[in-house]
């Protein structure tokens, strides 16, 4: 796929991104680059590869699922303007 000077300059609108003509002659080359690169990685056959999330076999070391503190609603609702049943009372944002 070739990227066109008018698709560097449209890009560059959508994004609000000031972006001079002689700027986008330079990234019509980069970018048809990366392209090409692209393309060469999709042309490799796959087939058969199960797919990789990290290249070292390891699973991570979980702690226990256990409470460390004590409930402190009450102490920390204290301070609060308005709550009710446990939870904090707040103005209507939206309507």
Do not use: K, W
Request: glycine share 6%.
């Amino acid at each position: 796929m070739a990227i066109e000077h008018a698709d560097v300059l449209r890009a560059a609108h959508l994004a609000r991104v000031g972006l001079g003509e002689d700027e986008a002659t330079g990234y019509v080359d980069d970018l048809s680059r990366i392209l090409e690169m692209v393309d060469q990685l999709q042309a490799v056959d796959t087939q058969g590869i199960a797919p990789l999330a990290h290249p070292l076999d390891a699973t991570q070391r979980l702690r226990p699922d256990e409470v460390t503190e004590h409930n402190q609603r009450e102490r920390f609702q204290a301070c609060a303007p308005v709550t009710e049943g446990g939870l904090y009372l707040v103005p209507r944002v939206v309507e």
